[in-house]
């Protein structure tokens, strides 16, 4: 299933709640009652793809992540390379992927979480997470990329595809991908794509050459892809290769119904950023206010009642998608063929 974002509108409560979630790290009431951990069928199984360490849309998201993490079975943080955003101030040359900001937003986590225990149960130990960071391998030197069509804007943006695909090819990543999806649990895996998705191409490669096409059919099955645009040449490579893969796409972000005042520099210097915990400190303004456009490849897997992702066409606090045209490889924009 491929489809196209239609739009996405995160109301105001969403915004106020998990605003008011993050300025509350430090507060204590030891009479309040807690919360009892979701069920495990109720939670969604999530694996993150994050290009941490470019623009900091994705520290905004991480932090957002982190602080819903009571909600949905975190099962992987994966750092993937950079492959936008050349002149930001943390982007590496080179664009390499930089776990090293996953452990330091964990960490920040690991020191708010008895906090949040206090709230809720079902709050991941820290240690757990730590343990599921893995680094993927690098895409490109240039940031001379087309996003929404998944193409290069000029020679050297992205390696050849041989390159980063292909036998000797595997990271720690994408073996990761692998190990979770082939855990005995018969729930899907969520794959959120908030950078690009080629560690999860090189897993399928992987799998499309060690086992049977029955097992490869199985295991496809398992999968849910949400991702953020085509960051890398992955995207289109494995919507091509697998045709029948659930795969959304988005080239949106949040449209934010809230008053402006409730993630503008002021209010979230006062409610966030400042005084309020480790975690707060961490998250930064992304041109002088709260953005994230990644969460939206998680936010519909909050069991809320307001939408189910498995439908996506249905609409939701996570958007309202519509199918892409159909036609061969089958990609979430009507008019674009993969390129050899």
């Known amino acids: 299933m491929i489809n196209e974002r239609k739009g996405l509108n995160l109301s105001g409560a969403a915004v ?40 900091p849309d994705d520290q905004q998201s991480i932090t957002r992540f ?23 101030e943390t982007r590496p ?5 930089q776990p090293q900001y996953i452990v330091k937003w964990v960490k920040a986590y690991g020191q708010v979480r008895e906090n949040l225990l206090k709230h809720s149960e079902g709050w ?5 997470l730590l343990g599921m960071i893995k680094k993927g ?100 490579w494995i919507q091509e290769n697998f045709p029948g893969i659930f795969y959304i796409v988005s080239t949106g972000g949040i449209l934010y119904s809230a008053d402006p005042k409730l993630h503008d520099k002021e ?19 992304r041109k002088g206010e709260l953005g994230g456009a990644d969460s939206e490849t998680y ?6 009642g307001l939408s189910t992702l498995e439908h996506p066409d249905w609409g939701g606090w996570g958007g309202r998608f519509k199918r892409a045209s159909g036609f061969g490889n089958t990609v979430d924009r009507p008019n674009l063929r993969p390129k050899a």
């Not at 991941?124 to 757990?128: Q, R, V």
């Not at 087309?146 to 990543?173: M, S």
């Not at 209010?267 to 303004?285: E, Q, S, V």
């Not at 936010?299 to 809320?304: A, F, V």
């Open 16 to 55: 106020f709640c998990a605003a008011v979630l993050i300025a509350s790290l430090e507060m204590v009431h030891p009479a309040e009652a807690q919360l009892k951990a979701l069920p495990k069928t109720e939670k969604h199984r999530v694996i993150a793809l994050t290009d941490i360490g470019g623009d």
């Open 66 to 88: 982190l602080l819903y993490a009571d909600q949905y079975d975190i099962e992987g943080l994966l750092a993937t390379s950079i492959r936008i955003f050349p002149n930001s």
């Open 93 to 97: 040359p080179d664009g390499a992927p």
């Open 124 to 128: 991941p130990e820290t240690d757990a």
């Open 137 to 236: 391998t690098l895409t490109g030197r240039s940031g001379g990329w087309d996003i929404k069509n998944g193409v290069a804007r000029k020679p050297g943006a992205h390696f050849p595809l041989g390159q980063v695909i292909g036998e000797g090819k595997d990271t720690e990543a994408s073996m990761h991908i692998l190990e979770v999806v082939d855990r005995d649990d018969p729930r899907p895996v969520w794959i959120s794509v908030w950078g690009g998705p080629i560690e999860l191409a090189q897993a399928l490669w992987r799998v499309r050459n060690d086992r049977s096409k029955e097992e490869v059919k199985r295991l496809v099955a398992k999968l849910r892809v949400y991702a953020w645009g085509h960051q890398d040449a992955g995207g289109l």
């Open 267 to 285: 209010w979230l210097d006062t409610h966030i950023r400042f005084n309020h915990g480790p975690l707060g400190a961490l998250c930064p303004l």
């Open 299 to 304: 936010m519909g897997l909050i069991p809320n």
